[in-house]
Protein backbone atom coordinates (compact mmCIF):
# COMPACT_ATOMS: atom_id res chain seq x y z
CA UNK A 1 0.00 0.00 0.00
CA UNK A 2 1.31 3.42 -0.55
CA UNK A 3 0.60 6.71 1.88
CA UNK A 4 2.74 8.91 3.71
CA UNK A 5 3.96 6.42 5.60
CA UNK A 6 4.32 2.98 3.55
CA UNK A 7 7.30 0.82 4.57
CA UNK A 8 7.15 2.41 8.04
CA UNK A 9 6.21 0.15 11.69
CA UNK A 10 4.38 2.42 14.52
CA UNK A 11 3.88 0.83 17.83
CA UNK A 12 0.94 2.65 19.91
CA UNK A 13 0.27 2.48 23.44
CA UNK A 14 -3.42 2.49 24.50
CA UNK A 15 -4.16 1.42 20.87
CA UNK A 16 -7.52 -0.49 21.17
CA UNK A 17 -9.68 2.33 21.60
CA UNK A 18 -10.23 6.20 21.25
CA UNK A 19 -7.26 8.53 20.34
CA UNK A 20 -5.14 5.74 20.10
CA UNK A 21 -7.16 3.39 17.39
CA UNK A 22 -8.05 6.44 15.39
CA UNK A 23 -4.42 7.22 14.68
CA UNK A 24 -3.79 3.21 14.91
CA UNK A 25 -6.05 3.03 11.50
CA UNK A 26 -4.93 6.45 9.74
CA UNK A 27 -1.55 5.12 10.00
CA UNK A 28 -2.48 1.79 8.24
CA UNK A 29 -4.23 3.80 6.03
CA UNK A 30 -1.26 5.66 5.09
CA UNK A 31 0.69 2.40 4.27
CA UNK A 32 2.17 1.85 8.26
CA UNK A 33 2.52 -1.62 9.87
CA UNK A 34 0.83 -1.42 13.28
CA UNK A 35 1.66 -2.82 16.76
CA UNK A 36 -0.96 -1.64 19.31
CA UNK A 37 -0.85 -2.04 23.28
CA UNK A 38 -4.52 -2.40 25.37
CA UNK A 39 -5.28 -2.96 28.56
CA UNK A 40 -5.66 -6.49 29.38
CA UNK A 41 -9.70 -7.03 30.11
CA UNK A 42 -12.38 -8.40 27.85
CA UNK A 43 -13.55 -5.47 26.58
CA UNK A 44 -9.98 -3.57 25.08
CA UNK A 45 -9.17 -7.07 24.24
CA UNK A 46 -12.76 -7.47 21.95
CA UNK A 47 -11.64 -3.94 20.61
CA UNK A 48 -7.89 -4.76 19.90
CA UNK A 49 -9.03 -8.34 17.47
CA UNK A 50 -12.14 -5.99 15.87
CA UNK A 51 -9.51 -3.26 14.86
CA UNK A 52 -6.85 -6.09 13.96
CA UNK A 53 -9.82 -7.27 11.48
CA UNK A 54 -10.11 -3.34 10.11
CA UNK A 55 -6.24 -2.99 9.15
CA UNK A 56 -5.98 -6.26 7.82
CA UNK A 57 -9.40 -5.52 5.46
CA UNK A 58 -7.09 -2.65 4.58
CA UNK A 59 -4.44 -4.88 3.04
CA UNK A 60 -5.94 -6.95 0.93
CA UNK A 61 -3.79 -8.10 -1.78
CA UNK A 62 -0.76 -8.96 0.85
CA UNK A 63 -0.64 -12.51 2.93
CA UNK A 64 2.19 -10.50 5.18
CA UNK A 65 1.21 -9.56 8.85
CA UNK A 66 0.49 -5.89 9.21
CA UNK A 67 -0.87 -5.49 12.42
CA UNK A 68 0.32 -7.07 16.04
CA UNK A 69 -0.86 -6.59 19.51
CA UNK A 70 0.45 -7.19 22.91
CA UNK A 71 -1.41 -7.38 26.10
CA UNK A 72 -0.72 -5.11 29.31
CA UNK A 73 -0.59 -2.43 31.75
CA UNK A 74 1.92 0.16 30.75
CA UNK A 75 2.02 1.28 34.10
CA UNK A 76 4.83 -1.52 34.31
CA UNK A 77 7.78 -0.61 32.59
CA UNK A 78 7.88 -4.08 30.73
CA UNK A 79 5.07 -3.70 28.71
CA UNK A 80 6.68 -0.52 27.31
CA UNK A 81 9.90 -2.89 26.40
CA UNK A 82 7.42 -5.82 25.51
CA UNK A 83 5.31 -3.33 22.66
CA UNK A 84 8.26 -2.45 20.93
CA UNK A 85 10.14 -5.97 21.21
CA UNK A 86 6.57 -7.10 19.19
CA UNK A 87 7.19 -4.22 16.50
CA UNK A 88 10.60 -5.56 16.05
CA UNK A 89 10.10 -9.39 16.18
CA UNK A 90 6.98 -8.72 13.89
CA UNK A 91 8.12 -6.13 11.21
CA UNK A 92 12.05 -5.90 12.12
CA UNK A 93 12.20 -2.13 13.14
CA UNK A 94 9.98 0.81 14.79
CA UNK A 95 9.84 4.24 12.57
CA UNK A 96 7.30 5.44 14.65
CA UNK A 97 6.02 5.50 18.75
CA UNK A 98 2.85 6.87 20.04
CA UNK A 99 2.55 7.38 24.08
CA UNK A 100 -1.11 7.56 23.82
CA UNK A 101 -2.14 5.65 26.66
CA UNK A 102 -4.55 7.57 29.68
CA UNK A 103 -6.69 7.56 32.26
CA UNK A 104 -8.54 10.62 34.31
CA UNK A 105 -10.91 9.53 36.72
CA UNK A 106 -12.34 12.84 38.06
CA UNK A 107 -12.07 13.41 41.77
CA UNK A 108 -12.29 16.32 43.55
CA UNK A 109 -8.60 17.69 45.15
CA UNK A 110 -9.03 17.72 49.22
CA UNK A 111 -10.49 14.25 49.15
CA UNK A 112 -8.71 12.42 46.62
CA UNK A 113 -7.41 9.46 47.77
CA UNK A 114 -4.29 8.32 47.21
CA UNK A 115 -4.87 5.64 45.02
CA UNK A 116 -6.05 7.37 42.84
CA UNK A 117 -3.68 10.11 42.36
CA UNK A 118 -0.83 7.15 42.28
CA UNK A 119 -2.45 5.15 39.71
CA UNK A 120 -3.37 8.31 37.18
CA UNK A 121 0.71 9.26 37.45
CA UNK A 122 1.74 5.18 36.74
CA UNK A 123 -0.60 5.33 34.07
CA UNK A 124 0.00 8.59 32.09
CA UNK A 125 3.46 9.93 32.80
CA UNK A 126 5.61 6.39 34.24
CA UNK A 127 3.88 4.98 31.22
CA UNK A 128 4.77 7.11 28.74
CA UNK A 129 8.43 7.85 30.03
CA UNK A 130 8.88 4.33 30.43
CA UNK A 131 7.45 3.26 26.92
CA UNK A 132 8.60 6.34 24.94
CA UNK A 133 12.63 5.33 26.64
CA UNK A 134 12.50 1.79 25.31
CA UNK A 135 11.06 3.02 21.70
CA UNK A 136 13.96 5.75 21.95
CA UNK A 137 16.68 2.53 22.50
CA UNK A 138 15.13 0.83 20.12
CA UNK A 139 15.26 3.60 17.15
CA UNK A 140 19.20 4.47 18.85
CA UNK A 141 20.12 1.09 18.17
CA UNK A 142 18.81 1.04 14.61
CA UNK A 143 20.44 4.25 13.93
CA UNK A 144 18.13 5.29 11.15
CA UNK A 145 15.58 7.75 13.43
CA UNK A 146 12.52 7.89 14.08
CA UNK A 147 9.40 9.61 15.24
CA UNK A 148 8.30 10.05 18.83
CA UNK A 149 4.59 11.47 19.74
CA UNK A 150 3.40 12.06 22.95
CA UNK A 151 -0.27 12.65 23.42
CA UNK A 152 -0.55 15.30 25.89
CA UNK A 153 -4.04 17.36 26.35
CA UNK A 154 -5.06 20.85 26.32
CA UNK A 155 -5.11 20.11 30.19
CA UNK A 156 -1.20 20.65 30.39
CA UNK A 157 -2.03 24.12 29.61
CA UNK A 158 -4.77 25.11 31.78
CA UNK A 159 -6.18 24.04 34.96
CA UNK A 160 -9.64 21.38 35.76
CA UNK A 161 -11.22 21.52 39.06
CA UNK A 162 -11.87 17.72 39.09
CA UNK A 163 -8.34 17.00 37.14
CA UNK A 164 -5.78 18.39 39.47
CA UNK A 165 -3.54 14.81 39.09
CA UNK A 166 -4.58 14.64 34.84
CA UNK A 167 -3.90 18.21 34.47
CA UNK A 168 -0.24 17.46 36.23
CA UNK A 169 0.53 14.68 34.28
CA UNK A 170 -0.16 15.37 31.14
CA UNK A 171 2.03 18.51 31.62
CA UNK A 172 4.24 16.06 32.13
CA UNK A 173 3.87 14.39 28.73
CA UNK A 174 4.46 17.69 27.06
CA UNK A 175 7.57 17.92 29.23
CA UNK A 176 8.73 15.26 28.19
CA UNK A 177 8.74 15.27 24.84
CA UNK A 178 10.33 18.39 24.82
CA UNK A 179 13.04 16.99 26.47
CA UNK A 180 13.25 14.10 24.76
CA UNK A 181 13.29 16.00 21.54
CA UNK A 182 16.93 17.77 22.93
CA UNK A 183 18.23 14.22 24.17
CA UNK A 184 17.38 12.60 20.91
CA UNK A 185 18.17 14.46 18.18
CA UNK A 186 21.62 13.36 17.98
CA UNK A 187 20.01 10.18 16.76
CA UNK A 188 17.47 12.10 13.97
CA UNK A 189 14.53 11.03 16.74
CA UNK A 190 12.18 13.52 16.68
CA UNK A 191 9.56 13.98 19.61
CA UNK A 192 6.60 16.16 19.11
CA UNK A 193 3.10 16.55 21.25
CA UNK A 194 -0.11 16.50 20.08
CA UNK A 195 -2.38 18.16 22.64
CA UNK A 196 -6.34 17.25 22.53
CA UNK A 197 -9.07 19.85 23.37
CA UNK A 198 -12.27 18.32 24.90
CA UNK A 199 -12.46 15.01 22.62
CA UNK A 200 -15.59 12.63 23.41
CA UNK A 201 -14.06 9.23 24.28
CA UNK A 202 -14.62 6.38 27.15
CA UNK A 203 -12.93 8.89 29.45
CA UNK A 204 -15.38 11.63 29.76
CA UNK A 205 -18.62 10.00 27.87
CA UNK A 206 -20.46 9.77 31.22
CA UNK A 207 -19.57 13.49 31.95
CA UNK A 208 -20.53 14.64 28.74
CA UNK A 209 -24.36 13.05 28.68
CA UNK A 210 -24.98 16.16 30.40
CA UNK A 211 -26.41 17.84 27.79
CA UNK A 212 -26.28 21.45 29.02
CA UNK A 213 -22.46 20.96 29.30
CA UNK A 214 -22.17 19.62 25.83
CA UNK A 215 -24.11 22.97 24.99
CA UNK A 216 -20.91 24.90 26.77
CA UNK A 217 -18.66 23.14 25.63
CA UNK A 218 -20.17 23.41 22.19
CA UNK A 219 -20.11 26.97 22.48
CA UNK A 220 -16.85 27.96 23.79
CA UNK A 221 -15.37 26.03 20.62
CA UNK A 222 -15.03 28.40 17.47
CA UNK A 223 -15.46 25.15 15.38
CA UNK A 224 -18.59 24.85 17.17
CA UNK A 225 -18.18 21.25 18.37
CA UNK A 226 -17.12 18.67 20.61
CA UNK A 227 -14.07 16.75 18.90
CA UNK A 228 -13.79 13.40 17.78
CA UNK A 229 -11.02 10.61 18.07
CA UNK A 230 -10.76 10.54 14.30
CA UNK A 231 -9.35 14.63 14.64
CA UNK A 232 -6.33 13.08 15.77
CA UNK A 233 -5.46 11.08 13.47
CA UNK A 234 -4.32 13.52 10.77
CA UNK A 235 -1.92 15.53 12.58
CA UNK A 236 -0.34 12.17 13.92
CA UNK A 237 0.25 11.11 10.72
CA UNK A 238 2.20 14.65 9.66
CA UNK A 239 4.04 14.35 12.68
CA UNK A 240 4.96 10.65 11.94
CA UNK A 241 5.63 11.21 7.92
CA UNK A 242 8.44 12.96 6.29
CA UNK A 243 6.14 15.77 5.83
CA UNK A 244 7.58 16.85 9.77
CA UNK A 245 11.40 16.41 9.11
CA UNK A 246 12.43 19.02 10.89
CA UNK A 247 9.99 19.54 13.17
CA UNK A 248 10.99 18.54 16.55
CA UNK A 249 10.18 19.57 20.44
CA UNK A 250 6.60 20.95 18.55
CA UNK A 251 3.30 20.85 20.11
CA UNK A 252 0.34 20.91 18.34
CA UNK A 253 -2.89 22.02 19.87
CA UNK A 254 -5.79 19.75 18.22
CA UNK A 255 -8.55 21.50 20.41
CA UNK A 256 -11.19 23.61 17.73
CA UNK A 257 -9.76 26.52 18.69
CA UNK A 258 -10.83 26.36 22.10
CA UNK A 259 -7.88 27.31 23.46
CA UNK A 260 -7.29 30.67 22.35
CA UNK A 261 -11.03 31.20 23.02
CA UNK A 262 -11.11 30.96 26.82
CA UNK A 263 -11.43 34.12 27.89
Partial sequence: MSGLLANKVAAITGGSSGIGRAIALEFAKNGAKVVINYYPNEQETSRAISLGNEIKQLFPNTTEPVYSSVP?????????????????????????????????????????????????????????????????????????????????????????????????????????MQSTAVALGKYNIRCNALLPGTIETDINKDDLKDQSKRDYFNKRIPLGRLGEPSDLAGPAVFLASDLSKYVTGSQILVDGGLFVNLQ
Avoid at 90 to 110: M, Q, R, W, Y
Avoid at 125 to 138: V, Y
Fill in 72 to 176: GDIGDPATGKALVAKAVDEFGKLDVFVSNAGICPFHEFTTMPEEVYYRTVKTNLDGAFFSTQAAANQMKLQGTGGSIIGISSISALVGGEFQTHYTTTKAGVLSL
